[in-house]
């Protein structure tokens, strides 16, 4: 499995951004996907996650303003952020695991890792 993550840049607070994260390898309905973040200095944290079937799990501190969504003919999970704050500012990676119904939000679960797209939300 290989995972291409894009779609970072620089967004004043209040702004959007989506991020895009492409799956290659092998079947992308089998794979749990999900977005983790992390900050210099802070430990990479669980953002949001969804598996084929069962809806997206959200972290609280984006729930209401990030949206995760999969589109499994173009094998893309995509990360909608709206209403940023300066304390979403990090690195975001995607990440996928062989599991068709849970989400973990432990990023030990994980075997397959994108590169990581920065995300910086200015004041």
């Known amino acids: 499995v290989q995972l291409q993550a894009c779609g970072g840049g620089l967004v004043q607070a209040g702004g959007s951004l989506r991020l895009s994260c492409a799956f290659s390898g092998h079947t992308f309905s089998n794979y749990a996907l999900a977005w983790f973040r992390q900050s210099p200095g802070k430990e990479r944290e669980f953002v949001t996650g969804?598996?084929?079937?069962?809806?997206?799990d959200y972290a609280d501190s984006v729930k209401g303003r990030f949206t995760f969504s999969r589109d499994n003919p173009k094998k893309t999970a995509y990360l909608q952020m709206n209403s940023l704050k300066p304390e979403d500012t990090a690195v975001y990676y995607c990440a996928a695991r062989w599991d068709v119904y849970s989400i973990s939000r432990e990023k030990k679960e994980y075997d397959y890792w994108g590169q990581g797209t920065q995300v910086t939300v200015s004041s």
């Open positions: 969804a598996t084929n079937y069962f809806s997206a």
